[in-house]
């Protein structure tokens, strides 16, 4: 089983500022993590994914997210928040496979950022 | 880079009657997709696997017989509502195994 717990539903943050989004998992067996934007009335845009490779991820548009197994988290940051990260963020997690790793995805139950002027 | 489109993007039909969705894989072959659906401000949740050349599974709740998937070719997958009732209104939105973090761009059904 599986599951991830993405603490805050709103996080709002002047541009500029650090962006912090916590995810936090639970999974059975070695997981895969994604992180996952989605804009309104739009699909998902993949932002970054750990596949038990390094810990730290980079991914698009400035953002990184780090693995941690010892406090099963996969927070994603963001050093200088602006206004186009406006958005809602998931978080997944899926078990890790010998192949691509995308299996059945459990998400979480999104974060809005809001970006302050 | 791999793509998953949908068809259509958005869709209005009356209670009561089909609505069929496609999800198509556009420059790779998808032996296996994943259809999820999402209520207004709610995350996404899985329906079902789509296999080609077989049976679907669908996860724990989800009636079969109300969404109907078909997996006839490699690059295609089809949900259909059947029956829609107001309370299926929602954003679809599929994926494809094999092309990690692709989803399509989802499907807006209302139910009139």
């Known amino acids: 089983a599986q599951s991830v717990t993405q603490l805050g539903s709103h996080v709002s943050v002047s541009e500029g500022a650090l962006v912090l989004l916590r995810c936090n998992y639970s999974s059975s067996v070695p997981p895969y993590l994604f992180w996952y934007v989605q804009y309104p009335n739009q699909g998902l845009q993949l932002l970054l994914k750990y596949t038990s490779a390094a810990t730290l991820v980079k991914g698009i548009n400035g953002f990184e997210a780090e693995f941690k197994k010892s406090e099963t988290s996969f927070h994603l940051t963001k050093p200088s928040a602006h206004m186009s990260d406006a958005a809602e963020y998931f978080c997944a997690v899926s078990p890790a496979k010998a192949n691509f790793g995308n299996e059945k995805l459990t998400f979480g139950t999104g974060t809005r950022l809001t970006i302050i002027p | ?13 009356k209670s009561g009657t089909s609505v069929k969705i ?3 894989s556009l420059d790779f072959q998808a032996t296996t997709m994943f259809w999820y659906r999402q209520f207004p401000k709610q995350s996404l949740m899985l329906m079902a696997t789509s296999n080609e050349g077989s049976k679907a599974t669908y996860e724990q709740g989800v009636e079969k017989d109300k969404f109907l998937i078909n997996h006839a ?3 295609l997958s089809t949900l259909t509502v059947t029956s829609a009732h107001p309370e299926d209104s929602s954003f679809y939105i599929c994926s494809a195994r094999g092309a990690p973090g692709y989803f399509g761009p989802g499907t807006r059904l209302t139910v009139l």
Do not use: D, K
């Open chain 2, 1 to 13: 880079g791999a793509v998953v489109s949908q068809h259509p993007s958005w869709v209005i039909c």
């Open chain 2, 22 to 24: 496609e999800c198509r």
């Open chain 2, 73 to 75: 070719s490699l690059t």
